[in-house]
């Protein structure tokens, strides 16, 4: 499974940016996406999951700013964030809990980083 994120960039605080993730090659099937974020100096953290199903788990510093969603028909998970605040400058991975085929367990994915920089 290979995850592909997209979308970020630079955004001035109180914009908006939206970051996509396609998972592609062997995915069997999909539990979870979501998006981390690791700010320089800091441990990675969780900034939003949506499992399948549709439910959702947003850290504090994000809950109602920020909204992710998913396209299960594209493996696609989407966060779109609002009202950014420069304390959300990091770089976010995106990531997967998948299976390759029905012989193999779930297992986490990780894919390379977007940065998202908001200037004060």
């Known amino acids: 499974v290979q995850l592909q994120a997209s979308g970020g960039g630079l955004v001035q605080a109180g914009g908006s940016l939206r970051l996509s993730c396609a998972a592609s090659?062997?995915?069997?099937?999909?539990?979870?996406m979501g998006w981390y974020r690791q700010a320089p100096g800091k441990q990675r953290e969780l900034v939003a999951v949506?499992?399948?199903?549709?439910?959702?788990v947003y850290a504090d510093s994000v809950q109602g700013r920020f909204s992710i969603s998913d396209d299960n028909a594209k493996n696609t998970v989407y966060l779109q964030m609002n009202s950014l605040k420069p304390e959300d400058t990091a770089v976010y991975y995106c990531?997967?809990?998948?299976?390759?085929?029905?012989?193999?367990?779930?297992?986490?994915?990780w894919g390379q980083g977007t940065l998202v920089t908001v200037s004060s």
């Open positions: 949506i499992r399948t199903g549709g439910s959702t």
């Open positions: 990531t997967a809990n998948a299976r390759e085929s029905i012989r193999v367990l779930s297992t986490d994915y």
């Open positions: 090659g062997r995915v069997f099937r999909v539990n979870a």
